[in-house]
Structures are given as C-alpha cells and as structure tokens.
C-alpha cells in the first residue's frame, strides 16, 4: 500500500496552486505536535537511561561491597586455599596458600598450577618443598582433574 506524502495530504503539495491558510496552519499544528511528541519520547529516554544509571552504580556498589568481605574472608582464613579455572589455571589464592607454596598471587594467576608445582620439585628436589605441596594438593584434591592427586600419592609422597 502506497503512503500519501504529508503535503498532498494536507492539499498543499502542487506548487501551483495556492494553499489555504488552513492548510498551512494544520502543516504547523501537525509539526509542532511531531516536536512535542519527540521531546516526550527524549523525556522518558532519558529518564530510563537515568534510573537505569542510578540501578546500575547501586548495584556495582553492592557487588564491590560484597567481593571485599568475602576477599577479606577468605584471605583469613588459617587453611591455604585457592581456587582454579577447568584448564588447572590458577584464578585465587589466600596468603596462607602463598606461604605454603613460596609464591605470591601475583606470579601464579593465569598460570597452570600443578606445572608450575612439578617443575619446581623437579628443579629443587627439596623434600620439604614436596612435603608441602602433597599437603597442598591434599586440600585443593576437589579442585583438580580426576586422578592427579591419586597420581602424586601412588608415589609415595603423601
């Protein structure tokens, strides 16, 4: 269906022939509304956009709030603890895991752990050093895939 175009509508679209007043004033009321209806549109655009703003910054604040008390409690916590990606890289880990393996966060996140562990045994053959990790994958044993714990037990370095 083809649309009329808004002069001939109005009988104001053949440029030779004079259009009334009438026509002119219903082109201008017709105008002005499009303008009052478009600023509405802007109003409640941008009122959205507001709220939606306030909501958004409230709740990044909720949730910044939330990440510091639980990063405060699990870097109290007495157990070393970390926390890995299904790949083995490491995401987290508290002070005391850091104490138990020698690392900081710092040089461990993104880093596939238990290979950063072996090649440091391998490299060290201190037996202390072992001592704690078989203590630390003990602890962290939900956290890896099946059967790499029962490997390092089998052995002989429980």
């Known amino acids: 269906m083809a649309t009329m175009h808004p002069l001939k509508k109005l009988g104001i679209a053949d440029s030779s022939v ?12 017709r105008v002005s509304q499009w303008y ?7 109003y409640l655009l941008e009122r959205s956009l507001n709220i939606s703003s306030r909501e958004m910054q409230e709740l990044s604040g909720s949730l910044r709030s939330e990440r ?21 890289r490491l995401l987290f880990i508290n002070p005391k895991g850091e104490q138990l393996l020698g690392w900081r966060e710092e040089e461990l996140v993104g880093r596939v752990l238990l290979a950063m562990v072996a090649v440091m ?10 001592g704690r ?10 956290a890896l895939p099946a059967g790499v714990c029962n490997h390092h037990r089998l052995q002989g370095h429980h």
């Open 68 to 88: 510091d008390r639980l990063s405060a409690i699990l870097s109290s916590l007495g157990d070393g603890l970390c926390a890995l990606d299904p790949e083995g």
């Open 18 to 29: 004079s259009p009334a007043p009438e026509s002119w004033q219903e082109l201008l009321r």
């Open 36 to 42: 009052t209806d478009a600023d509405q549109e802007r």
């Open 133 to 142: 990790i078989a203590i630390f994958l003990d602890k962290i044993q939900g």
């Open 121 to 130: 045994v391998i490299a060290l053959g201190f037996r202390g050093f072992l």
